[in-house]
């Protein structure tokens, strides 16, 4: 079986500070790792993905994130975060064999950025 | 133009009534999914469908049906709604691919927002 935890239910930083929001997930096989992002009153947009190869994966709005198998993470980072950035983020998996399955989400967790 | 629109965006309704979530793409994707959205518990799935002849059932597909009229449009319906599936639907495709290609990204409507009095 696939799942996905996001431990913090929120995150709050400083303007300028790095962040990170946590992402740990289970499955059977190889991962497939998204993150998504949620504002207000939206639809989730995509971020950034791993699939295979380099274990650090830039994506969108200066947004990465880390690979680490041996203890299935996959963190989301920013070196410095903005205000803008204060949203709702999503983390979700599949497994790379379970082609006849969909993605997995976590619980979510909120970014709260002040200035 | 959105890829994936849906309709209606918000909706609020009574107990007992029929209610019908539709939701139709321009992305050209094969595969199609509902999730649920509630406060502290992310997304959850519904249903989804790879082509016009395959539905599956989600985590959650109790008091849910789906019809894929046709590749680009894939409804959700409540035949007797209750107060506790007020919520935010979210439809979604995919592209179906081989390999690397086959990832299962999702790209996402802007949302339903369903009121169940």
């Known amino acids: 079986a696939q799942s996905v935890a996001q431990p913090e239910d929120q995150v709050n930083v400083a303007e300028g500070n790095p962040l990170t929001v946590k992402c740990t997930y289970s499955?059977?096989?190889?991962?497939?790792l998204f993150w998504y992002v949620q504002y207000p009153n939206r639809g989730l947009q995509f971020l950034l993905k791993?699939?295979?190869?380099?274990?650090l994966v830039k994506g969108s709005y200066g947004f990465e994130a880390e690979f680490n198998k041996s203890q299935t993470s996959f963190h989301l980072k920013k070196p410095s975060a903005l205000v803008s950035d204060s949203a709702l983020y999503f983390c979700?998996?599949?497994?790379?064999?379970?082609?006849?399955?969909?993605?997995?989400f976590g619980k979510g967790t909120t970014l709260s950025v002040s200035s | 133009d959105a890829d994936v629109t849906q309709t209606p965006r918000n909706r609020i309704t009574k107990t007992g009534k029929r209610i019908m979530l539709e939701c139709s793409q321009t992305k050209g994707h094969d595969r199609m999914y509902w999730y649920r959205q509630d406060p502290g518990l992310g997304l959850r799935l519904i249903y989804y469908?790879?082509?016009?002849?395959?539905?599956n059932k989600g985590e959650i597909s109790d008091g849910y049906s789906v019809s894929r009229q046709a590749q680009a449009k894939f409804s959700l319906s409540l035949e007797s709604a209750i107060p506790n599936q007020t919520a935010l639907y979210f439809c979604?495709?995919?592209?179906?691919?081989?390999?690397?290609?086959?990832?299962?990204?999702?790209?996402f409507g802007e949302g339903s927002r369903l009121t169940v009095l």
């Open positions: 979700a998996v599949r497994d790379a064999a379970e082609a006849g399955t969909a993605l997995i």
């Open positions: 499955v059977s096989g190889n991962p497939y």
């Open positions: 469908s790879f082509d016009v002849k395959d539905i």
């Open positions: 979604a495709t995919s592209v179906r691919g081989t390999g690397s290609v086959n990832t299962g990204e999702l790209f």
């Open positions: 791993y699939i295979t190869g380099d274990n």
